[in-house]
């Protein structure tokens, strides 16, 4: 991780077309702005990180549902079933 101190107004830049920049400080909490092209996708990392949750928990539902699926086939098969 590349670490650098800022002070409010200063900024940084990413690949020439992304900029940061340093809108306000108070306590323990600092506004930063972006400059990006409109396919750079931002997001707050806790937002990420819950998207990623519930993509997880999506595909592990499809799999118990796939998994459900084969054993009523099976049960089919054998006349299981009333």
């Known amino acids: 991780m ?13 690949q020439d ?3 940061i920049t ?14 990006a092209p ?7 990392k806790e937002i990420c990180v819950q998207v990623k ?3 997880l928990e999506a595909v592990t ?3 118990n ?3 459900l699926k084969d054993q009523l086939q099976k049960m089919q098969k054998n006349d299981e079933i009333l």
Do not use: M, P, W, Y
Request: proline share 0%.
């Open 2 to 14: 590349l670490v650098l101190a800022r002070k409010k107004g200063e900024a940084v830049v990413i």
């Open 22 to 35: 340093v809108l306000e400080v108070n306590g323990d909490t600092i506004k930063l702005g972006f400059k």
């Open 61 to 63: 539902q499809i799999s």
């Open 38 to 44: 409109r396919e750079v996708e931002i997001l707050r």
């Open 65 to 67: 549902i796939q998994i």
């Open 53 to 55: 949750q519930s993509n």
């Open 17 to 19: 077309n992304i900029e």
